[in-house]
């Protein structure tokens, strides 16, 4: 029988978790929102993921503790993935970039430094980056939903591309 997993508990630094280890449950960037969905942990257990409504708007992040039931406990790890970071200065670089970026739908996300910044890997991304003149490089990282600027999540309107 599945473990369900409905919200976010904690974090796993929380005093409420010390001393204890968690069963990873690994999570790819784009369904860290998933409201519905069922995996295994890296200790193989089975889980069901059902959202409650709260949960659904922030979706799910690193370390977060999504069950516990005194006994096993369960944790987020979002998996990194291919991605192109951007360093760019500021000004009407960085405008032109964030126009730029936003104008292709493409999720965005803050880097670690001051003008950094992280969206996942794709040759036309890359391209227009360079072309804009910022410097950019292809990585392995972690795109965590609370650095988003944009929204990952996609949406939709009325003009058509």
């Known amino acids: 029988m599945a473990m369900i997993v409905e919200k976010a508990l904690g974090m796993l630094g929380d005093a409420a978790y010390a001393g204890r280890t968690a069963d990873i449950l690994d999570v790819e960037w784009y369904n860290t929102y998933k409201r519905v969905d069922r995996k295994a942990t890296r200790g193989g257990k089975d889980v069901g993921i059902r959202m409650d409504h709260a949960t659904s708007h922030t979706g799910f992040t690193q370390d977060q503790v999504v069950y516990d039931d005194g006994t096993n406990l369960i944790a987020i790890n979002i998996l990194p993935c291919p991605c192109i970071r951007i360093k760019v200065s500021g000004g009407a670089a960085l405008v032109k970039?964030?126009?730029?970026?936003?104008?292709?739908?493409?999720?965005?996300?803050?880097?670690?430094?001051?003008?950094?910044?992280?969206?996942?890997?794709?040759?036309?991304?890359?391209?227009?980056?360079?072309?804009?003149?910022a410097e950019a490089e292809t990585v392995e990282a972690k795109l965590l939903p609370e650095r988003s600027i944009s929204s990952a999540r996609g949406h939709s309107h009325g003009h058509s591309h």
């Open 97 to 133: 970039l964030c126009y730029e970026i936003g104008n292709r739908h493409a999720p965005f996300f803050y880097g670690e430094g001051e003008g950094e910044f992280l969206t996942p890997e794709d040759g036309p991304i890359l391209a227009l980056v360079r072309g804009l003149g």
